[in-house]
């Protein structure tokens, strides 16, 4: 029997939310095999907004890319997440570059929204001249989308789409950026770009913060929807109902705070 394989390469978030725990709920979800490829462990100081980001040995982070983009593997979809630092990044898309005709979401953790954290100019550099003509489709925040396209204060849905025609032009063949909580009014909207067509996506926001975790879910849930045969729109659409039930059925954790749940009876599945 063939078994659907997706590969998330990202950090372990020690809240549970986001990282790669968040992804393999989400294949889960999804009926879909994940394994996984550690890059780094992110801790949060207890009642603050204090984020530490610890990154896995070169060698570590080698044998386990080694072993799980083995032939034998047989992958069928890679994810990435939180690379840390710009070497670690290096060695992803060194390995990355071996790699043909398997679809890459690229998530670019380059904005911590608990803690403002954002990455160094290096880092945004390389995933822009490195990692995005590699990707299928790459999934920024609004911080995320300023910091890749060089723009400054994106607090409409016209700017988010100058941000992903921009970011287009590295050499990612889609861009779906995300306005989440972040704009104003009722409506959640993400823009997403084909290199031809732009598509508004909307969704109601919730009166929630149990959104720990949204980014890496929807991300996961995208490469969910390819490696089960959806185009790329319609893994977008799917991912984005997923996250919206899973952002409704969160679990809080502080009295403003909560993580993303991936496992309640999905409609959206």
Partial sequence: ?????????????????????????????????????????????????????????????????????????????????????????????????????IPIVLDPVLALKESGLTSSQDIIDFFNTELMPLATITTPNLREAELLSGLVGIDSIEKMEEAARIIHKTGVKNVVVKGGQRLKGETAYDVLFDGTTVTILEEKKLANSYNNGAGCTFASAIASGIATGLTVEESVRKGKVFVFESIEYGIPFLPDLGNVYQGRKNKSL
């Fill in 1 to 101: 029997m063939s078994v659907t394989k997706v590969l998330t390469i990202a950090g372990s978030d020690s809240l549970s939310g986001g990282g790669l725990q968040a992804d393999l709920r989400t294949y889960k979800e999804y009926k879909i095999e994940g394994s996984n490829v550690l890059t780094c462990i992110v801790t949060v100081a207890p009642n603050t907004d204090e984020v530490t980001v610890l990154g896995v040995s070169l060698p570590t982070l080698k044998a386990q890319l080694r072993e799980c983009l083995s032939k034998e593997n047989e992958i069928d979809v890679i994810k990435i997440g939180m690379l840390a630092d710009i070497e670690i990044a290096k060695v992803v898309a060194n390995h990355l570059k071996k790699v043909k005709d």
